[in-house]
């Protein structure tokens, strides 16, 4: 079983969800690999504190171009969707960080002008801790382009009972490689008109890629109503509601565990990890 | 072969790309090089005035890169602007295009005081 684990609005405690699942359903025995796709921040890390096994890095192979063959004739620059390599002058640029690694520049190229070299841009990372198998993608300072390194993390990651993917924020391309090839998606929400707004685009991106979604509302209260009606509007059902409570706050700010600190809180992702093995 | 745009021959023939956000000389000038909504072309005097939507303004990304596309294939030699980006700069510089960062005002205030620096040195 592989769960996704994403929210459309950022801080609402994806990596809460994420790292107190992994955490009971290692305590349950369950074989669990933890896999945290948001390569930009990945935050899994503070909370669950692997030993670090291994790391290494991600490439892309971008164009260079061979300016003693090429004639200037833009062919390249045409195919190009992101403007990452620019005939102008006597010069053809290229913008690595703009490039996609699509290849098509090469391809197109009448002289064969360009070849591809590797550029690294981000680093891998495989540890353990208490039965859970820890990956992680991140992102070199000033790297912007995720999708390839969220492809490549999974791509190294071993199978197991449960797969937890804790996803970035957002409803973008990112979000959309991380949950790709999910069995299941749960949305962590918080109920506020933010949380509440990004839960429904994030309720019609996980819909367009045909994979079943569930909820949880973090810090839930009083004012979880309106989230309630919307899951019912749409037939989505609530897989956990986690109340707001200040002892959990506090030990979250000290990258404590909320299962470790808060025996009801234990129940409540027991009873989330039954709820999940009932789905396969 | 070469087709590199050579509108910096004499001083009457070169042309200046001023980004702005209006087709007119006394439109506010767009701090922005690569998404401001148009570039006015004009000859230093501001006496032939070719105003030029920028499509790149909406662009998802590059846009600096295809605003400098832009205005070299125009002939442009000299770019008044705000703010030019590394991409953008790179891509200027590539096609012989010098850029003044820090411009403010109306296009046409901009252009007396790019004029007056010029005159003086």
Redesign the interface.
Known sequence: MRIGIASGKGGTGKTTVATNLARVAAMEHLSVVYLDCDVEEPNGQIFLRPEVKWRRPVTLPVPRVDLEVCDLCGECGEICEFSAIVPIGKKVLVFPQLCHSCGGCRLVCPLQAITEIPREVATLMGGEVGGVEYLQGLLNIGEAMSPPVIRALKAVAPQAELVIVDAPPGTSCPVVEAVRGCDRVLLVTEPTPFGLHDLELAMDTIGKLGIGCEVVINRAGANGEATRELCRNRGIEIAAELPDRRSIAEAYSRGEMAVDTDPDFCDRFLALLRRIEGWS | ????PDGAGGKNTMKIAVSSTGPSLDAAMDERFGRCSCFLIVSPEGTEVDPVNNPCATQG??AG??A??LV?ERGVSVVLTGRCGP?AS??LA???VSVVTGCGGTVREALEKYSADHASS
Not at chain 2, 1 to 4: E, L, S
């Open positions: 072969m070469a087709r590199t990304h590059g890169i295809q400098a596309r070299a991409n790179d891509t590539a096609a012989g």
